[in-house]
Every structure is written in C-alpha cells, then in structure tokens.
T-cell receptor, first 117, second 112 residues
C-alpha cells in the first residue's frame, strides 16, 4: 500500500545544531508539504513543493529550508535549531492539479516530535 | 483570504450523546472544506470533505457535515458518540488551489 513516512519519530537536539527531518511518500504525488503543530495554533505551513526542483515558503518558514530532488522525498532542514522550534512536525502530500478536483485531499505522515534543548 | 474558525477548543459529551463541532469559514471564492481527525500520537486522517457537490457530506466513522453558505459554516456532527471518537478534530479550507488553512482544533472528550 502507498504511504507517507517520517523519520525520526522523535529527536532531541541542542540549540544551534543543524537538524534534518525526512519525509518519504510512495503515492507518487506531485505536492508535498511540511507543517508544524503547536498547542493553540493548529497546523501551520512551513514549506511546500509542487514538484521536483520546486519549493515555496509557507507562513512560518524562517529558520527552515527544504529541497526536492525527486518526487518521493522532501527533507526539512533546521539550519540552526532554536528552542522556539520545539514542536511536532508533519509532512503531507497530495496529487496536485494534474489530478481530479477532489485530489486537494492531503495525506499525512505520523509526525516527528522534535525537542530543542 | 481564506480562513477557518473553530468555536470551542474543548468539547465534552457523554457516550451516546450528539457530537457537534463547529467550524466557520471565510472565503472569497466557493470553498473546498475538510474535517480531519487526529488520534493521540498519530498524524491527521481525513474524515470528510466538501468539494461543491452535495451540501450534506457523509464521512467515516458515522460523522457528517453540512455546508451552509448563508451561515458560512461547516459543522461536524455525529448522532451518537462513542468512546473511540475521543480525539482532536481540525477543520480546514483550501487556499490558493492546493494549500490547506487549518483551524486551531477542537479536542473531543467522551465520558462513559
């Protein structure tokens, strides 16, 4: 079955370190998204990609970067981790405009809990 | 710009009682609306979606939602709550074709 996976599931790191969170999907979806989930804020979009070599900033992109070298993967990098980046991170994917209109549905990974000390 | 507001960050019901989770949207164009559920320590799972077809949308696990344009609402209901419905529920609206804007979530507690 197609799926979307994230690794690691839990990560503890120190302030100032570079951290990369992996996201891998086997849906063959064009679109991929990274969100962070914080109490009282719901999910907020960090970065997104509409296809290979395409990346775009979301509403909370400062301190984060992504790259899309293939369809399956969209790794999220924290350039210099800060305590404010302690959060739960979710990756999601969707078919994109190439599919039927109902393809706006996004499929979510299980999440990565990141703690920055 | 599109946005959603979920009224009530916590809702508590007794097992067997009606579940009503409220969502109001703001959109300058006909919206596509979604309800997602998140069980503890898991990702989000789609419950149901409105994509401009029938205004009453049925989803998984006995949930349904009604799109009311005059009230700009998309409330989620279930006639009889089950203990397994305890989770966090998110309403979302499509923004700029492919991005989702989420509400802040409503945590549903179900008491025996």
């Amino acid at each position: 079955d197609a799926e979307i996976t994230q690794s690691p599931r839990h990560k503890i790191t120190e302030t100032g370190r570079q951290v990369t969170l992996a996201c891998h999907q086997t849906w063959n979806h064009n679109n991929m998204f990274w969100y962070r989930q914080d109490l009282g804020h719901g999910l907020r979009l960090i970065h997104y990609s509409y296809g290979v070599q395409d990346t775009n900033k979301g509403e909370v992109s400062d301190g984060y970067s992504v790259s899309r070298s293939n369809t399956e993967d969209l790794p999220l990098t924290l350039e210099s981790a800060a305590s404010s980046q302690t959060s739960v991170y979710f990756c999601a994917s969707s078919v994109g405009l190439a599919g039927p209109s109902s393809s706006y549905e996004q499929y979510f990974g299980p999440g990565t809990r990141l703690t920055v000390t | 710009a599109q946005s959603v507001t979920q009224l009530g960050s916590h809702v508590s019901v007794s097992e067997g009682a009606l579940v009503l989770l409220r969502c109001n949207y703001s959109s300058s164009v006909p919206p596509y609306l979604f309800w997602y559920v998140q069980y503890p320590n898991q990702g989000l799972q789609l419950l149901l979606k409105y994509t401009s077809a029938a205004t009453l949308v049925k989803g998984i696990n006995g949930f349904e939602a009604e799109f009311k344009k005059s009230e700009t609402s998309f409330h989620l209901t279930k006639p009889s709550a089950h203990m397994s419905d305890a989770a966090e529920y998110f309403c979302a609206v499509i923004h700029n074709t492919d991005k989702l804007i989420f509400g802040t979530g409503t945590r549903l507690q179900v008491f025996p």
